[in-house]
């Protein structure tokens, strides 16, 4: 599984939109991109998956640039209950986590 | 989004015993994992419960210190055997239908070894 790379904190203004991005150069041609975020000691919270297309569901929007090589998550307006760890994950037959993003929203 | 629970919720053991942890999803699934999240770290995958056959294990995990089960497709154990502090950690089922489908947790079960 390919490794991913994102910063290990972000802020974000409630209501603005938070922007998560994530590295991953090593991506292979039939790994998909997760995303999840685990709030506290929670199970985590699947947000989105995509291949190579841009995805949207009512939680986010997934960016995948062309080359694959890394991705953005948008949560169009951030709320004080979207505070967590933020998981991007490349998968090919299993999930690995790594590190994540502590998106602090404050208000 | 599918339903999975897990029992115990949390529990608190003693040094040298073992407890047996139990995952119960709501549909018919083709994987199950189990994972492993000690206090302040990210999640670590233990291994994939095969129905019908033994489980495949990461490495770092074996057999004998986490044995697993999955008697059909929509029930697993694992069992945390002599345990110490070490294995202090909050352990977490979860499924799915294969490549591309969506990966779903439990809510987890918090194990303290005194």
């Known amino acids: 599984d390919a490794k991913t790379t994102q910063p290990p904190s972000m802020d974000c203004a409630e209501g603005r939109a938070a922007n998560l991005p994530c590295n991953h150069s090593?991506?292979?041609?039939?790994?998909?991109v997760y995303w999840y975020r685990q709030i506290h000691s929670q199970g985590p919270q699947y947000i989105i998956h995509?291949?190579?297309n841009n995805e949207t569901n009512e939680m986010a929007s997934l960016i995948i640039t062309e080359d694959r090589k890394s991705s953005t998550l948008i949560l169009p307006h951030a709320t004080l209950r979207d505070t967590a760890v933020y998981y991007c994950?490349?998968?090919?037959?299993?999930?690995?986590f790594g590190t994540g993003t502590r998106l602090q929203v404050f208000p | 989004s599918a339903v999975i629970s897990q029992k115990p919720s949390r529990d608190i053991c003693q040094r040298g015993t073992s407890l047996t942890i139990q995952c119960q999803v709501d549909?018919?699934?083709?994987?199950m994992f189990w994972y492993r999240q000690q206090p302040g770290q990210s999640l670590t995958l233990i291994a994939t419960?095969?129905?019908?056959?033994?489980?495949?294990?990461e490495s770092g995990f074996v057999i004998d210190k986490f044995p697993i089960s999955r008697p059909n497709l929509t029930f697993s154990t694992l069992t945390v055997s002599n345990m110490s502090p070490e294995d202090s950690s909050i352990y977490l089922c979860?499924?799915?239908?294969?490549?591309?489908?969506?990966?779903?947790f439990g809510p987890g079960t918090r194990l303290t070894v005194l």
């Open positions: 995509g291949l190579k």
């Open positions: 994950i490349v998968r090919a037959d299993k999930l690995i």
């Open positions: 090593t991506i292979s041609g039939n790994e998909y």
């Open positions: 979860s499924q799915d239908r294969g490549l591309g489908d969506t990966q779903y």
């Open positions: 419960a095969n129905q019908g056959s033994e489980a495949t294990y």
């Open positions: 549909s018919q699934v083709t994987m």
